[in-house]
């Protein structure tokens, strides 16, 4: 038996003679041991530390994407997401990827080539769906708010009844400069005029109230790594039974194979049976499911209070410290992720190494149109607590004063 193996391995050994050249190890690196990562809080527009329940479900067991212990775990990520949304629709999954990948997901499934997409710009996310529309083909009319600020809804109605688009996308929350756009009467008015409404809550749902159905919305798109204290993988989206609709009457197929909802909805239930198109990233649904439920065990209304009541607190400690807004209306602010002003003479850059160094805590800078001019800091999922705020204004206050700040 031995002498077989051995006679086996002694066949297989002469790989290398048999027309290929012997392996190099020019590339092969010095053996690094176990992987090493500093511990740190993340306070900045996301990601947010992971919260420990989610951290222990990925280290599950993996089942098979198709077995059904797995199904009902997809199952239950459906459910907790219809609560979370606040829907009853049934077209609701994670989509595999993160939050660009079910930003992709509402563009390629709900525009046609060459219909009209009007996209309101508040910063990069508004700029990056116009990008992308443009690459599905769609005919796209931006509506730019000023800097820090939000769109009207006196200025959404008139740019939808001039251009009468076929789809309407707004920023619920927009991370790169801090605002929250109000979504009030923008269902009602999308409906009148006969276009569908894509919303991304990445920084968002779970953080600030969202109710798809009665807020009139038809695709709503988010991120597991922000207010859901999740790993990034596993990307909540819902649809409604009019954007359903409008995908089964497309006339023609959906660009992206990986992003098809008719197939994704398959393999979700959607259409009644289950059928392979991916292999679901198993871990990061196990997490999504956990966070979805941490959310749903807290309560929708106490999860929108924590994160109001931490959003106050920063704000009274960054006050304290003479720091201010960077959106000046306070209707326009977003809680979730706070955008500070860049005092005169302050070296931002400087001020968030000092606190990285002092307290392995992330305050990050501005982004795209607020690059220089900000600080940004989340207060999110497992983060949005007093020991992380405080510390926060801590780590503000001392880097001032580390750069002879006067208030
Ligand atoms: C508002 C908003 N939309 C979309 C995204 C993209 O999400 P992801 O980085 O998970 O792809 C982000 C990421 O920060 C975001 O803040």
Redesign the pocket.
Known sequence: MASRLIQALRRAQPLTTRGYATVSNAHLPPVAGVIDVPQRILMG??PSNAHPRCLAAMSLPQLGHMHPPFLKIMDDISEYLRYIMQTDSKYTLAVSG???AA?EASVANILEPGEKILVGVTGI?GQRVADLSARFGGDVVELNAGLGETLSFESIKNAVETHKPKVLFL?H???STGTKQSLEGVGALCKANGCLLIV?T??TLGGVPIFADEMGIDVIYS?A?KVFGCP?GASPFFMSDAAMEKLQSRKTTVATYNMDMKLIGDYWGWYGGRSYHHTGPISNFYALREALAITAEEGLENSWARHQAMYELLWEGLTDAGLEPFVKKEEDRLPCVNTITVPEGIDAAALCGFAMNKYNLEIAGGLGPSAGKVWRIGIMGYNAKPMNVNLVVTAFKEGLAAQGFKK
């Open positions: 527009p996301g993160s939050g660009h930003m996310w920023c929350g927009e991370s991304d990445v920084c991120g790594q990034p």
